[in-house]
């Protein structure tokens, strides 16, 4: 089914690999697979088999064939009898049995479907384009006859950026799913001569537009089955989660208005800083647009992201946040989140405490092994089996930058060094390890090269890293147990990322490397007497990224696009 | 992927509060348009032909008002096409009416006897050329052409652009791309087959598929019945849209990145929304919700929907022939269906009053509406 043209040149592919060269042209030079045309050229994982690798002796990674022509894996999900189900681009719902190896079909004739809650074995809720649906198999045949619209309550343009995500429920019945913004580089912004809801032109000026209710939005979908607005300032959510104790969280990618991807902490009725949302709360309602309000205003509106993701290395879109619930069994990180990344050969691990009433913490690199090919970029949604396997779903979408495939990895047994928790002191970090450490090594602070910088708030795509300089550790000391090291910074200040590279640190025993020696920790809050955050640096308005919206003009006369269904329940706009 | 004849902000710059530097924009824009085809003095000559999937390969053009200019239109198609000047925003309604022309259409050309026709061809056979030599019109604006052969006229259309400003380039219409993002998931059946059974009637299942799809809303659903009909189904108006033979529909290889092309003509379109629940004329629904569809052994849809309170099921199906709708409504009300002015509908079950059928009792409860297919596949 994939012929390889690369395999006989492993060595060469690795050392590429390792040099970091790009190998899209090489991709491109493959032939499709199957009797799909894809834009961009074949885009199959690269597959170098024999390279070593740091983690290998801790973590497997198996590799499942997907059947022919499926294309990209957009959702995933455990059934509670053990199955996968997973969401592929084209819009099928399929099973995956790990015990068979064997792939059916559930359902077909979704549109872009994201995200998949399994209810039971034989009823799913689906987020696709248009709606949350509710797929139920009432005849026991395998394939769903059932597919109720749970919710439809927000806004459809024919934009193709206007993605949903989830959803995810809580202990209470709540639903949740996530609202990505259209975008104002699409021409036409609709593609249809009609569109679902209110529609106003004062969400669309700025580069990611919410011309229609509630993109940009967290909903809510409450037992009996309203649609509630949740909370805004989301630009691309792409992965929503609930932590074990029930608090939702949300990821976020790094673009217009947000300097760096991170993971939020939703509450009802907060800003999260993408302003275009707004439109729809009843004090921005009227005929500005969100993004002519003043940078100082929408900042001290907005709730910081938990946890920065620092654009580049660590991530440049994060996704699905899943949180290992599996008691041990995927080793030593049991309560913390994992979570996807499309561009890097990572995952990422995610150590979150509460400080002063918020909740923050720190991100480091999991799996990061360049020579170990195994480990794919694309990583969009996850999660975890009964056995603690962490199946992993890769996506190259619509020309995303990953790559297509479904990976279940395993651990091993062996404990890894790796830091397991970073907390924050009156004056420093403490780190907690996986093993114990040699205290020789891990007391000498030339050992931590930390720095500090933060990202800018501002309508421009992105942000640098700003006032990015050393700190200097004055000492590092190791707990009794040599599990623990405490580090005492010359400084530290809030509303700031600390960025942490460990070197030379080993295991007591001496077998066992760090194996992700770098770690930034999010302060937003100190323990305790927080100062107010910095204002945004002053700059120019991005008159780049605002846009007149253009949308077709369908030749039925003055008026445009028309609004048909969906939230209508919104201040008329005022007159010419 | 069709491309929308013309892209402009003019709906919504009455309502934008544009600063100056915005108008600055779009005048910017404007002039640095190229100056296309028109050649100051010399009668305008603009070559037109078609491309397959119901597309001319301009959808649009731009001349000066007043103009003397020749039309010279080609038919590289196996299909009938005529080409029809109409006034600005008349499109549908010139479409929709030659759709009723009835037994004398061919003989018209299929051209309505409609004021807003402003000039047309007549049909022009496959592999052939027809001329038409006018003055543009002196009102500036944009004036849609259109294939006017029944059931075309929903994608084959483009816009004249009556203008003294700089006048844009000519666009042009890339042929629809082949491949799918629906295909064929894993299943029992082999892949070609149901490949084949994609490709259009006869089929033994239905099949569902949400999209984007051309003159609708963007909670589409199109469907294609055993038999070969398909029809679009609107999820966010709750109604259903407009039918069509020669098969299915084709999705751009990105599900999101474009709207689905239809594989064949369509035959009918529905204007409205059709019910009205207990009086008619005058009720309107003020408030249709869509729940969702179930499919039968047959993969044949019916759609849920609660208008006004009452649950309404619908589901249409292949017979003898003919499209029969089945309706069902929960409640109590009479029930009115309004007649496609296309002739040949009946029900069951209702009487006829004026331009609506009504049901009452338990006939109101469910009812069929029949509606007549195109006689052969369109030539």
């Known amino acids: 089914m994939n012929p390889h043209p690369l395999r006989p040149f492993p060595t060469l592919l690795t050392a590429l690999a390792v040099l970091g060269l790009a190998l899209a042209p090489l991709h491109a030079a493959a032939p499709a697979r199957g009797a799909a045309p894809r834009g961009g050229g074949n885009r199959q994982p690269l597959v170098v088999t024999d390279a070593p690798s740091k983690f290998a002796q801790y973590y497997d990674i198996e590799t499942i064939d997907l059947p022919p022509d499926s294309l990209s894996v957009d959702g995933l999900a455990v059934m509670p009898d053990g199955r996968i189900v997973v969401l592929f681009y084209r819009g099928w719902v399929c099973f995956y049995n790990p015990k068979t190896k064997k792939w059916s079909t559930f359902a077909q004739g979704l549109h872009t479907p994201l995200g998949v809650l399994p209810i039971s074995n034989r009823e799913l809720l689906v987020m696709q384009m248009p709606e949350l649906t509710r797929l139920v198999d009432t005849d026991d045949d395998g394939k769903a006859d059932h597919f109720e619209s749970v919710s439809d309550q927000f806004g459809l343009s024919g934009n193709y950026h206007q993605f949903g995500f989830g959803p995810v429920k809580d202990a209470q019945g709540n639903l949740f799913f996530a609202l990505g913004n259209g975008s104002n580089q699409a021409r036409p912004m609709t593609l249809t001569t009609e569109v679902r809801g209110f529609m106003t032109p004062f969400g669309a000026i700025s580069r990611m537009t919410s011309d229609v209710p509630y993109r940009g939005w967290i909903m809510q979908v409450t037992p009996d089955g309203r649609t509630i607005p949740y909370a805004s300032g989301l630009r691309e959510p792409n992965g929503i989660g609930l932590d074990p104790q029930g608090r939702l969280f949300s990821t976020d990618n790094q673009g217009d208005w947000v300097g760096s991807g991170a993971l939020y902490h939703i509450q009802k009725g907060h800003f999260y800083g993408h302003p275009p949302s707004l439109i729809w709360r009843e004090d921005f309602q009227g005929g500005h647009s969100p993004v002519e309000r003043p940078v100082a205003e929408l900042d001290a509106l907005r709730t910081r992201a938990a946890v920065v993701f620092p654009y580049g290395d660590m991530a440049n879109s994060p996704t699905q946040p899943s949180w290992d619930t599996t008691g041990g069994k995927f080793g030593p990180f049991t309560g913390q989140v994992f979570l996807g990344e499309m561009n890097q050969r990572h995952l990422l691990r995610v150590m979150l405490e509460d400080v002063d009433g918020v909740v923050q913490g720190a991100v480091t690199p999991f799996l990061n092994d360049a020579a170990n090919p195994k480990m794919r970029r694309g990583n969009n949604r996850l999660a975890f089996d009964v056995e603690g396997g962490l199946w992993v779903a890769q996506t190259y979408h619509d020309a995303w930058t990953g790559e297509d495939g479904l990976q279940r990895i395993t651990w091993k047994g062996v404990v890894p060094l790796e830091v397991a928790a970073m907390k924050l002191t009156d004056d420093g970090f403490q780190l907690s390890f996986t093993r114990p450490v040699n205290a020789g090594i891990a007391s000498n602070p030339s050992n931590y090269a930390m720095k500090t910088y933060f990202y800018d708030y501002h309508e421009q795509y992105g942000s640098s890293k700003y006032d990015n300089h050393p700190v200097g550790i004055t000492s590092a000391v190791v707990s009794p147990d040599h599990m623990k090291v405490t580090l005492h910074l010359d400084t530290l200040d809030a509303w700031r990322l600390y960025d942490l590279t460990l070197n030379e640190i080993v295991s007591e025993d001496g077998q066992h490397q760090l194996l992700s020696p770098w770690v930034v920790y999010t302060v937003n809050h100190l323990l305790r007497n927080t100062p107010p955050p910095r204002a945004p640096i002053p700059s120019e308005p991005a008159l780049n990224e605002r846009k007149i919206p253009t949308y077709p003009t369908p030749d039925r006369g003055p008026g445009g696009v028309k609004s048909v269904g969906g939230p209508q329940n919104f201040k008329p706009l005022p007159p010419n | ?379």
Not at chain 2, 7 to 18: D, E, K, M, V, Y
Not at chain 2, 88 to 96: D, I, K, N, W
């Open chain 2, 1 to 379: 992927m069709m491309i929308p004849p013309v892209s402009t902000p003019a709906p919504f710059l009455g309502h934008l509060r544009l600063s100056l530097r915005f108008a600055a924009l779009a005048i910017g824009l404007l002039a640095a348009l190229p100056a296309g085809l028109h050649a100051a003095g010399t009668p305008e000559v603009i070559r037109i032909g078609t491309v397959p999937g119901l597309k001319f390969d301009l959808s649009a053009f731009s001349v000066r008002p007043g103009t003397e200019v020749e039309i010279i239109f080609t038919n590289s198609e196996e299909m009938l096409h005529n080409f029809v000047i109409v006034k600005p925003g008349t499109r549908e309604a010139v479409g929709l009416a030659a759709l009723t022309l009835g037994a004398g259409a061919a003989e018209r050309d299929f051209v309505p006897p409609s004021p807003d026709v402003l000039w047309s061809t007549k049909v022009v056979p496959a592999g052939t050329s027809a001329s038409l030599k006018f003055t543009t019109p002196t009102v500036l604006g944009e004036y849609p052409y259109v294939c006017t052969f029944p059931g075309h006229f929903v994608l084959m259309y483009g816009t004249m652009i009556v203008t003294n400003n700089p006048l844009p380039p000519v666009k042009t219409v890339v042929a629809p791309t082949q491949g799918t993002a629906s295909g064929a998931p894993p299943s029992a059946m082999p892949p070609n087959e149901h490949a084949a059974h994609l490709a259009g009637p006869p089929a033994a299942q239905g099949v569902t598929q949400r999209a984007f799809m051309p003159n609708s809303g963007p909670a589409s659903i199109a469907v294609l019945l055993p038999g070969g009909v398909a029809y679009c189904w609107d999820a966010g108006a709750g109604r259903f849209r407009y039918a069509w033979t020669g098969g299915y529909m084709t999705m751009p290889r990105a599900a999101e990145r474009g709207l689905a092309t239809l594989e064949g003509p369509v035959f009918y379109t529905e204007p409205e929304y059709p019910l009205r629940l207990g009086t008619a004329p005058g009720g309107e629904p003020k408030r249709i919700d869509y729940k969702g569809f179930v499919l039968d052994a047959q993969s044949i849809p019916e759609f849920a929907t609660v208008v006004d309170g009452v649950t309404v099921r619908e589901r249409a199906e292949v017979r003898n022939g003919r499209l029969v709708r089945r309706f069902r409504t929960s409640g109590e009300a009479t029930v009115w269906f309004a007649i496609p002015a296309a002739g040949g509908v009946t029900a069951t079950g209702g009487t006829r009053e004026g331009s609506y059928f009504k049901f009452s009792g338990a006939s109101a409860r469910e009812f069929t509406i029949i509606m007549p297919l195109p006689a052969a596949p369109a030539p």
